[in-house]
Nanobody, 121 residues
Framework: SGAAGESGGGLAQPGGSLRLSCVAS????????KTWARQVPGKGLEWVSG????????YYTGAAKGRFTISRDNAKNTVYLEMNSLKPEDTGLYYC??????????????WGKGTLVTISS
């Protein structure tokens, strides 16, 4: 099922930006959709954004739409999440996950260990 390693988290001020990266290995990266999700303190796991294997389809939750941008570089086995206009409620542990197929509608079978994002002044 592969492995993934997230990076790019840290402390940012409200209104600031962060760019998360997730490098995957152990499978043919370009064949599978990828997702970013987050664990928010006091809440369950939230899906943030997804991208199909061919980049043609992207999805954002309402909280992410207009502020976050997902992208991928299949040659580098990497998926990115550019986060702008950050809010304190964006604080959480951000994970990337691999889908079972090239579609973001499919389930997920491989998760990274997460990168912590803290938004605070």
């Amino acid at each position: 099922s592969g492995a993934a390693g997230e990076s790019g988290g840290g402390l940012a001020q409200p209104g600031g930006s962060l760019r998360l990266s997730c490098v995957a290995s152990g499978f043919t990266f370009g064949n599978y959709a990828k997702t970013w999700a987050r664990q928010v303190p006091g809440k369950g796991l939230e899906w943030v954004s997804g991208i199909s294997s061919d980049v043609r389809v992207t999805y954002y939750t309402g909280a992410a739409k207009g502020r976050f941008t997902i992208s991928r570089d299949n040659a580098k086995n990497t998926v990115y999440l550019e986060m702008n206009s950050l809010k304190p409620e964006d604080t959480g542990l951000y994970y990337c996950a691999k889908h079972l197929t090239n579609s973001i509608a499919s389930g997920m079978d491989s998760w990274g260990k997460g990168t912590l994002v803290t938004i605070s002044s």
